[in-house]
């Protein structure tokens, strides 16, 4: 299978720009994330845009093609994907440092207070193995099997999100596992209550956020200029990046 050449480096310079891709979800907009910082750093006389993109594939044929200068993306979305990268002639360079890892249970009741034989659901097999440890004598179930008809189960994580709520509201389940953004994006106001790490509260069950949880990886070109590309990777989550890419085998 033949590797496409990336465009010169010297176009990128005459153009005197810097386009970047973001691969936003429903309920992760990674590219006001993206703006965000962009508007904070000194452009030094770059252009600087941020584009909205929806899909792995496309976007990295955007990338190979050099309509993006740079793509940022759910690092869950983009590790595992090397042949296709190599394909296209890419690769991650970086990420972004994560700012909200630790995901949430969206109840009236804290763990800890849940019922006997609560039922919890979550789509996180790790997540669902610590609620456990933690309390063995709840009910963890996937949102497959909390459903009669699983065919019915939304897959966009957001609207997914308000399926469990109406099933939290029709005191069907007593809780489920979010992320502080599908919960904030689909404008929930059931109580929640963080799986932290490092809780605050003596006691309290410590929770391990699934691996590349709200961690954005930076894809660039091979060869595109370190100095333009780490205008938005971060040595922090360069670090949470490497370290979690080798517990889970890969060489992201």
Not at 208 to 223: M, N
Request: charged content about 25%; overall charge negative.
């Amino acid at each position: 299978m033949s590797i496409r050449s990336a465009p010169s480096l010297e176009v990128d310079a005459m153009e005197n720009r810097l386009i970047v891709g973001a691969l936003d979800s429903s309920s992760w907009k990674i590219s006001d994330i993206v703006s965000g910082h962009l508007d904070t750093i000194d452009h030094e006389g770059l252009e600087q845009s941020v584009t909205p993109l929806e899909e792995v594939s496309s976007a990295l044929e955007s990338l190979s093609d050099g309509e993006i200068d740079v793509l940022a993306v759910p690092a869950s979305e983009i590790i595992g994907s090397e042949a296709e990268l190599a394909d296209t002639g890419c690769q991650i360079v970086g990420a972004r440092t994560p700012r909200r890892p630790s995901l949430i249970l969206v109840s009236p009741n804290r763990l800890m207070y849940q019922p006997k034989s609560a039922i919890i659901v979550s789509d996180s097999e790790l997540i669902r193995r610590q609620l456990l440890r933690a309390r063995p004598d709840i009910e963890v179930l996937s949102t497959n099997q909390v459903s009669a008809h699983p065919g019915d189960v939304p897959i966009d994580s957001a609207e997914r999100a308000t399926w469990l709520a109406g099933m939290l509201d029709r005191e069907e389940i007593d809780g489920f596992i979010s992320s502080r953004s599908e919960y904030e994006y689909t404008g929930q106001t059931e109580r929640r209550h963080t799986l932290m790490s490092q809780p605050k509260v003596r006691g309290e069950p410590h929770f391990i956020p699934p691996p590349y949880s709200d961690l954005i990886a930076i894809v660039c070109r091979t060869g595109f200029p370190n100095v333009l590309s780490s205008k938005l990777t971060e040595p922090e989550g360069n670090t949470v990046l490497w370290v979690q890419s080798r517990i889970m085998g890969r060489d992201g």
